[in-house]
């Protein structure tokens, strides 16, 4: 994706000028929550990517904006896309989130979860409450969870086009491997040369981290 491309590049563009007072910090954070999220194993609810395009929009945004130290803006995001994803599984456009939330039936034992994320949303957004970065990644990870109770898989195939002979071939990827950050080996069956996925990158997340 150019998106993704041109943030790699940023990124690039600041490690290269990290010599430059106050730099160091700011790359320093970024790739420590880079390697939070590879830690907590968050993995983006793909299912609904497919069925609504404008969630993976919304999620890449509440991803980097983590990344970057914009908590209060990652949280804010995320929740926008659980309400789409509410709203896409109800076919329901008028309910407010708490509402939605309480009628989705296959949460169940979400039902409180989802609260809890929906009243953090709207205490930034209500009451001037400041989060940090440990509330930003919850909430990505608990977003992503709900959303993959309600759009599961088992299984997703990346294409891969081999950085030598350009050969393209598919790679199954288990929804257990399918988290953020994940470096996954593959092996080209043309040539044999090996090639990585890097689960994310196409969300914007720089491999240069």
């Known amino acids: 994706m150019a998106f993704g491309s041109l943030f790699a590049g940023l990124i690039g563009y600041l490690i290269s000028a990290s010599k430059a007072r106050g730099f160091e910090e700011i790359i320093n ?3 420590e929550r880079v390697h939070y999220l590879e830690y907590f194993k968050v993995v983006p609810p793909m299912i609904l990517f497919e069925k609504d395009h404008l969630t993976e ?4 945004e509440a991803v980097l904006a983590y990344i970057l130290g914009l908590p209060n803006s990652s949280i804010i995001t995320a929740l926008r896309v659980l309400e789409k994803g509410l709203r896409l599984r109800l076919n329901d456009e008028k309910s407010n989130l708490a509402q939605l939330i309480d009628e989705v ?3 169940r034992e979400l039902k409180d979860l989802a609260h809890g994320l929906r009243i953090l949303r709207n205490q930034i957004v209500h009451r001037d409450k400041e989060s940090d970065d440990r509330d930003a990644l919850e909430v990505l ?4 969870e709900v959303l993959n109770h309600l ?3 088992d299984e997703v195939i990346h ?3 081999c950085s030598i002979c350009k050969n393209k071939y598919e790679h199954s990827i288990k929804a257990e491997e399918a988290y953020l950050c994940n470096i996954i080996k593959t092996k080209c069956k043309k040539c044999r040369r090996s090639n990585v996925i ?5 969300l914007g997340i ?3 981290l």
């Open 57 to 60: 929009t919304f999620y890449k």
């Open 206 to 208: 720089p491999k240069t």
């Open 29 to 31: 954070n970024a790739r």
């Open 105 to 107: 039936k296959e949460l």
């Open 141 to 144: 990870r608990h977003v992503s």
């Open 151 to 153: 759009y599961p898989f």
């Open 198 to 202: 890097i689960i994310g990158k196409e």
């Open 159 to 161: 294409t891969i086009t």
